[in-house]
């Protein structure tokens, strides 16, 4: 088992910027590829970043290229999401997940690719 708390959500105008903490425990960290999804209200989960389990490979959604960072920090078991030019449309609860070697961009881009999930944390922009 893999456990995944996320932090770091919030309120931020438009513009701003936050950036997201997912902490993991239970297994080896640097074996998992790590990924950020969020969800909106009414809307399906989508995928938003992921990040090998090598940290060779990061991938991104067209809708946050350029304004969002993943990145992974394997000797504190824990992965960031760096959220710049934040927009009103980025307005979701935002959930890590977590890939057993994951490496491969057609499996690290949609949820079912994943084994664990956290539970997620809010992030709000107003315009």
């Known amino acids: 088992q893999v456990q995944l708390v996320e932090s770091g959500g919030g309120l931020v105008q438009a513009g701003g910027s936050l950036r997201l903490s997912c902490a993991a425990s239970?297994?080896?960290?640097?074996?998992?590829?790590m990924g950020w999804f969020r969800q909106a209200p009414e809307k399906e989960r989508e995928f938003v970043a992921a990040?090998?389990?090598?940290?060779?490979?990061?991938y991104y959604a067209d809708s946050v290229k350029g304004r969002f960072t993943i990145s992974r920090d394997n000797a504190k078991n824990t992965v960031y999401l760096q959220m710049y030019t934040l927009k009103p449309e980025d307005t979701a609860v935002y959930y890590c997940?977590?890939?057993?070697?994951?490496?491969?961009?057609?499996?690290?881009?949609?949820?079912?690719?994943?084994?664990?999930w956290g539970q997620g944390t809010q992030v709000t922009v107003s315009s």
């Open positions: 990040i090998s389990w090598s940290g060779g490979s990061t």
């Open positions: 239970g297994r080896t960290f640097s074996n998992y590829a």
């Open positions: 997940a977590a890939d057993l070697y994951g490496n491969r961009r057609s499996t690290l881009i949609v949820p079912i690719g994943y084994d664990y």
